[in-house]
């Protein structure tokens, strides 16, 4: 019985540690951003918080959030920051890329982060309807649609999502010294530069709405690649290929 009452008191006391490690006040206040708040912001101001919540992510500076009181606060309304386009890839959790939380940022995600009708859609919603201030198109290392486009896989409807990176691919080749295959890194990246690259084109080009919001200063289209070892995001002003 001493043994047993012993091994109780003992988890008892390390579940109280576990709790003792999370102190009130080492969450943050559970603020969802306002319409007014969201309608001062200027698309500099968003793209230095996404490089920031990226920073703690990348260097494990967890954020802890009471997510029931955000819930609750967003159920009334959203006023997103920013809208992110990115990848299907399950390795790469947008929210938490940049240490973001419910009511911060709208994620739209497509295999390979190419822009078709629905998505632009979506992004002319984002922006011209909830007042996002920058539109994030993400791509990401060791794409499995950019290697599988690469390798010209003809497969139903993916077929049609993986002809959307072929400009990417067209564009990478030149100039390009090694092996064009999807077994080279190298172009592999290469590819997925120039596919964020024509993805954002695509915008400007097929989206009146979002172009002219650019063009008045209201919202910025950006570029930006996540490494999958790092955990880091590299805006495509600063990235060096």
């Given at each position: ?10 988890a ?22 306002s ?11 968003v793209?230095l ?30 006023y ?8 299907i ?27 078709d009708?629905?998505?632009l ?26 290697k ?7 497969l ?24 064009t ?15 964020v ?12 709405i ?32």
């Amino acid at each position: 019985m001493k043994k047993y009452l012993s091994i109780f008191l003992l988890a008892l006391l390390v579940s109280s540690c576990k709790v003792a490690l999370v102190d009130k006040k080492d969450i943050i206040p559970n603020h969802v951003l306002s319409k007014e708040e969201q309608e001062r912001l200027t698309p500099d101001e968003v793209i230095l918080d996404l490089k920031q919540g990226n920073e703690a992510f990348a260097s494990e500076k967890l954020t802890i959030r009471n997510t029931t009181q955000r819930m609750r606060e967003a159920a009334l309304g959203q006023y997103p920051e920013a809208v992110v386009l990115s990848c299907i890839d399950s390795r790469v959790p947008v929210e938490d890329v940049f240490n973001k939380a419910i009511g911060d940022i709208f994620v739209a995600r497509v295999a390979g982060n190419i822009v078709d009708e629905d998505i632009l859609g979506s992004l002319e919603y984002s922006c011209k309807v909830s007042g996002s201030k920058v539109v994030v198109v993400l791509g990401h290392e060791y794409c499995g649609a950019i290697k599988s486009s690469i390798d010209g896989v003809k497969l139903g409807h993916i077929t049609a999502v993986l002809e959307k990176i072929d400009p990417a691919i067209d564009e990478a080749k030149k100039d390009f010294d090694g092996p064009t295959t999807s077994k080279n890194p190298e172009f592999v990246d290469q590819v997925c530069y120039f596919n964020v690259l024509n993805s954002m084109k695509v915008i400007r080009e097929n989206s009146p709405i979002l172009k002219e919001m650019e063009d008045l200063g209201q919202i910025k289209i950006v570029g930006a690649i996540y490494d999958l070892e790092t955990g880091k995001v590299t805006f495509l002003d600063e990235q060096k290929i």
